[in-house]
């Protein structure tokens, strides 16, 4: 199956400000999507990437508040505004190449302070 | 949208001890995948399987999509069975799929 690098793997912020998680896949997926992993929940869909479009987003997430880009079938990146410390999570990007199995990058783990 | 509940919730097994993990749907899927994640946060595929059944060494699974259940079998556990497995499952293959709560397992020696 193909791999997904994310990254940052880790990082600690400053609330108020933002961070920008990327995620390469090793070779072309149909469909790409962000989880959000709060600490002891499950995964909870955040948007669906779609390539040279504006993302789908889930009910309670906001264009402003979570803006994702996907400029080729490769490639993602999701933004993290204006962070709080409720933003403290693991973001997950996934990749699917249609045939439904998806695959997950090893995740971003973030804390806010 | 779809409901996914998985049970049991939490599950200490001794090491060599066998175990039934259950995940039921809402709605018809036509995707369903088990994951194992790891203590250290990586998701693991471990089967795609929206109908039938498979198996992989000492993990088997069957899924029966008319009763919207499906059923994860872990064998002669071992401690580096420990972790999350979750069930997400998808109206469609090519949709976005949706994660059960979770089962938790711990194995010990």
């Known amino acids: 199956s193909a791999v997904i690098s994310q990254k940052p793997s880790r990082d600690i912020c400053q609330r108020g400000t933002s961070l920008t998680i990327q995620c390469q896949v090793d070779?072309?997926?149909?469909?790409m999507f962000w989880y959000r992993q709060q600490p002891g929940q499950s995964l909870t869909l955040i948007a669906t990437a779609n390539q040279g479009s504006e993302a789908t987003y889930e009910s309670g997430f906001v264009i402003d508040k979570f803006p994702i880009s996907r400029p080729n079938l490769t490639f993602s990146t999701l933004t993290v505004s204006n962070m709080s410390p409720e933003d403290s999570s693991i973001y997950l990007c996934?990749?699917?190449?249609?045939?439904?199995?998806?695959?997950f990058g090893q995740g971003t783990r973030l804390t806010v302070v | 949208g779809i409901q996914v509940e998985q049970s049991p919730p939490d599950l200490i097994l001794q090491e060599g001890a066998n175990s039934t993990l259950r995940c039921n749907f809402s709605?018809?899927?036509?995707?369903l995948q088990w994951f194992h994640q790891n203590p250290w946060g990586q998701l693991i595929n471990l089967f795609y399987i929206p109908s039938g059944t498979k198996q992989n060494g000492r993990l088997s699974a069957t899924t029966v999509a008319t009763e919207r259940y499906s059923l994860l079998y872990i064998s002669s556990s071992q401690t580096t069975d420990s972790g999350v497995y979750f069930c997400?499952?998808?109206?469609?293959?090519?949709?976005?799929?949706?994660f059960g709560p979770g089962t938790s397992l711990s194995v010990i020696p």
């Open positions: 997400a499952v998808g109206k469609t293959s090519y949709d976005k799929v949706i």
């Open positions: 070779s072309q997926v149909t469909m």
């Open positions: 996934s990749g699917d190449r249609g045939r439904g199995e998806a695959f």
């Open positions: 709605d018809s899927v036509n995707n």
